[in-house]
């Protein structure tokens, strides 16, 4: 073997392996100073970060700004520029020099993802010659010989002397790791510089991997009519490397984008919760979204998903109703008995205003809702999804449906009359009896779509014309009993 740098495939060694045709390559890296992809290369690396900003979008998106401390000579330079994510958008990339503004200039710039992995590095010995290491079974005595890669595509073939072989018979060598190759995903620059020594570069680009969502926990009081909201931010970080105490910002809106960008780099590794308690986040708008800034740096490790403080609100006033919704497809038809034991829904409202302990715009995200049962203990009580929300709107959850609180629908009648125009006129009439098995009344909010031009012919009790095609009954049911609504309508 050469004496200094070797890369080796090991069949005994178990730490990293790919199968080729039934035989075990295992790999390792004798001098890690090989990686280099030349002595006249420039490398920095995350130790020589000085500060790093992230802000993250909605739709798998991140803008990362790095700034670190470089030495470059005059004249052209190589610099690899590792640690950054493996799903940037290279097009993005954009370096400028911070200390000197007008002493360098960008060239030509690579994204090296062509990343270090047994598979690869044989494929880029195709056609090269590398050292087969035989150890005799008995002895243990090593024999070297030299073969030639003619094939690395579902195994390996090797041209050893004058014959052929598809198995490895012993431990392949290589002499050093090809230069297009990197341990991680490296931007590779050629650089002209006016000077020589440390300068502050600052490296800004777009990439994928970087994500965040609202996530909202709920606490209802024992009468149902007040809550603490806390909302949190959940950061999901799969881009391939680390932001440390990075200065953190968050759009909520629908940012658009072309859609011509695939991903290049896929990590499929399992994800790590992390909750850390930090300051509110500030709010400010930006062009027709809102921008959220983290009052203290936050690091993001690869592979980790942390959770971040973003509003709370105590004793926020809500409303709880439960809603029987109907349809708009029996007003046209004779249909008889409408539904037995009908379920309804469970909804609460409340306002995001100053008034009620909130007045933040609210990103959407997911609102989980708890309650105290008679112990003490909070139990899950149900959970819905908000859109952005804005400043001064109603926020409405659907929880889940009543089990104690019951509807039965039937058309008590049909009729089909004859008009001047010629246009169909529907007649019908409707009885609704709510049930209700809970020891205290219960709110109750009827909601009926009605097709076409309609009038309310009859009813008892009074209704709300709430939207065009919508009539609405605010109605409360007796503690263990019933009430009964009746209407009749005539729709064409």
Not at 34 to 56: M, P, Y
Not at 394 to 402: E, N
């Amino acid at each position: 073997m050469k004496s200094g740098r070797h890369v080796i495939f090991h069949p005994a060694k178990k730490w990293l392996t790919t199968g080729f045709l039934g035989t075990c390559l295992c790999f390792s890296v004798v001098s890690p100073s090989s990686w280099a992809a030349g002595n006249d290369e420039h490398r920095t690396t995350l130790a020589d970060q000085k500060s790093v900003a992230v802000t993250i979008y909605n739709e798998d998106l991140a803008l990362v700004k790095d700034v670190r401390s470089v030495e470059l000579d005059t004249g052209m330079n190589r610099l690899a520029v590792r640690d950054v994510s493996a799903k940037m958008r290279p097009e993005t990339a954009m370096l400028r020099a911070l200390s000197q503004p007008d002493g360098m200039r960008v060239v030509e710039q690579n994204f090296d993802f062509d990343l270090l992995t047994p598979e690869n590095l044989l494929q880029k010995y195709v056609g090269h010659q590398v050292e087969i290491v035989k150890t005799h079974p008995t002895t243990g005595k090593e024999t070297t010989v030299r073969g030639e890669v003619l094939s690395a595509q579902n195994g390996v073939v090797l041209r050893v002397g004058d014959h052929i072989e598809t198995g490895v018979p012993g431990r392949l060598v290589f002499d050093k790791v090809p230069d297009s190759l990197r341990d991680r995903p490296t931007l590779s620059l050629l650089l002209d510089s006016r000077n020589k020594g440390k300068q502050d570069l600052e490296l800004s680009y777009l990439t994928r991997g970087l994500s965040w969502r609202a996530d909202y926990v709920a606490e209802l009081a024992p009468g149902d009519d007040k809550l603490d909201l806390s909302g949190l931010i959940t950061l999901t970080n799969a881009s391939g490397t680390s932001y440390n105490n990075a200065r953190l910002q968050l759009v909520a809106g629908d940012v658009n984008q072309v859609q011509e960008f695939k991903g290049i780099v896929t990590r499929q590794n399992e994800l790590r919760d992390e909750a850390v308690p930090a300051p509110e986040a500030r709010e400010e708008s930006l062009l027709e979204y809102h921008l959220y800034t983290l009052d203290r740096p936050t690091t993001i490790a690869d592979n980790q998903t942390k959770q971040v403080a973003l509003l709370s609100g105590a004793g926020v006033p809500v409303l709880k109703q439960l809603v029987l919704d109907g349809s708009n497809d029996y007003y046209w038809e004779s249909v008889g008995d409408i539904g037995q034991k009908m379920k309804l829904d469970v909804m609460l409202e409340f306002d995001n205003t100053d008034a009620s302990h909130l007045g933040m715009p609210l990103p959407k995200g997911i609102v989980r809702v708890y309650k105290r049962d008679s112990a003490g203990n909070a139990q899950f009580v149900g959970e819905d999804e908000i859109d952005h929300t804005p400043k001064n709107e109603t926020v409405r959850l659907k929880l889940g449906q009543s089990f104690d609180v019951t509807a039965d629908k039937t058309q008590t009648d049909f009729r089909r009359l004859k008009s001047s125009d010629k246009r169909p006129i529907y007649e019908s009439a409707y009885r609704i009896v709510l049930k209700n098995a809970k020891n205290e009344p219960a709110a109750v909010v009827v909601r009926e779509p009605i097709p076409g031009d309609w009038k309310m012919l009859e009813e008892n009790y009074p209704h709300e014309k709430v939207a065009a095609g919508t009539a609405q009954w605010k109605l409360t049911v007796p503690a263990e009993g019933k009430l009964t609504l009746t209407y009749r309508i005539r729709t064409h």
